[in-house]
């Protein structure tokens, strides 16, 4: 059994049930974890209590408001962190934003505008806030993030969130590299396609699960519930000699050749 009793984990990127951020979160909470949760704007702090009260933190944990793309409002939130709990243990990132058109246009056509957006918000925030928590992490941590298959190869129309996901997944082994000397693991989970709101309005979203479904060892598709089982064990000590790795949780689709 995994037992994280005092231990403190700050979880960016829950924006409701469906996100994997709240299979992370659960499974934390599960394991006796402390939950701090980050939400993006005042129109979701309704929401991010709510999500609070059902992971059973209600006058455990904590809620605070943080753009990721705004270094003043980092600064802030860890500062409210801080005041509030004496050390944290665990950070988890699962943030990720391009511009809709990014998404849906040629790639060649990318702007550069687009571009900057979608490294700030989905590679940049990982650097920013590791940066923000480290001093926090007194006795050690764990940092882990989010990316997808489409960092290394080609899906349809994923385009510059492939590139970034790219640049992500160097950044761990970089952030591994930096924090290692000060017990800090840094490591992501790359899951399998999963219906979240990042994933509504994806035109051919079904034709991507279904490919999971032909092509995968497992012949289905992932569950919000096994990355979150996953990220916990990365986060525990039973991962403590791991660390700038990426851990797939894809049912075994990335093995697949045709
Ligand atoms: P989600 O929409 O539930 O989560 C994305 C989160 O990013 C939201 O909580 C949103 O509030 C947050 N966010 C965006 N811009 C922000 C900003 N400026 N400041 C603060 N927060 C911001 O969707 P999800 O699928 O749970 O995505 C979480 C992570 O998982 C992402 O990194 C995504 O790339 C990754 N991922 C998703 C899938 C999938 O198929 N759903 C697969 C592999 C990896
Ligand atoms: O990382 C992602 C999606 C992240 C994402 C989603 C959106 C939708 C709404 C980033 N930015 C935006 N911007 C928006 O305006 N995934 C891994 C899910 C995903 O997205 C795809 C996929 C998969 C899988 C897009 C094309 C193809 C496959």
Known sequence: MIDLKGKVAVVFGLANKRSIAYSVAQKLAEAGATLVLSYQSDRLQREAEDLLEDLGQTGVGRTFRCDVSRDE????????????????????????YAPADALKNDFLLTSREDFRIAHDISVYSL??????????????????TLTYYGGEKVFPNYNVMGVA????????????????????????????????????????FNQILDAVLARAPLHRNVEQIEVGNTALFLCSPLASGITGEITFVDCGFNITGV
């Open 73 to 96: 409002e980092i600064d802030e939130v860890f500062a409210q962190i801080s005041a509030a709990f004496p050390r944290i243990d665990i950070l988890i990132h699962s943030v990720a």
């Open 127 to 144: 650097i920013a806030l590791t940066r923000a928590a480290a001093p926090l992490m007194s006795e050690g941590g764990s940092v882990l």
């Open 165 to 204: 996901k790219a640049a992500l997944e160097s950044a761990v082994r970089y952030l591994a590299a930096s924090l290692g000397g000060k017990n800090i693991r840094v490591n992501a989970v790359s899951a399998g396609p999963i219906r979240t709101l990042a994933a509504r309005g994806i035109g051919d």
